[in-house]
């Protein structure tokens, strides 16, 4: 069982930065692969960015490469999203996932956390 728990998100002007936070529970955090999710209102889930468990292998949907980086810290059982280059069309709520194997199957959720992009 893996709990995950997000920080991070608020308000920011376009073209700013934020930094979001996905902090897991459990011994295992290490051999999940971790992604990144967004769902904007009125729109369905989607894929944000992936990385693997040893961090070597990292994927990104074309909306947000060159802007967003994801990175884990599995001494502290953390994942990270770097966002730069903010965009309105990123305001979404922000799910962190955890996937025994495709990160396009999670397994666990985060309970989201939002992220407002004004222009």
């Known amino acids: 069982q893996v709990q995950l728990v997000e920080s991070g998100g608020g308000l920011v002007q376009a073209g700013g930065s934020l930094k979001l936070s996905c902090a897991a529970s459990?011994?295992?955090?290490?051999?999940?692969?971790m992604g990144w999710f967004r769902q904007a209102p009125g729109k369905e889930r989607e894929f944000v960015a992936g990385i693997g468990w040893s961090s070597g292998i990292t994927r990104y949907a074309d909306s947000v490469k060159g802007r967003f980086t994801i990175s884990r810290d599995n001494a502290k059982n953390t994942m990270y999203l770097q966002m730069n280059s903010l965009k309105p069309e990123d305001t979404a709520v922000y799910y962190c996932a955890a996937a025994r194997a495709l990160i396009t199957s999670p397994d666990y959720w985060g309970q989201g956390t939002q992220v407002t992009v004004s222009s």
């Open positions: 459990g011994r295992t955090f290490s051999s999940y692969t």
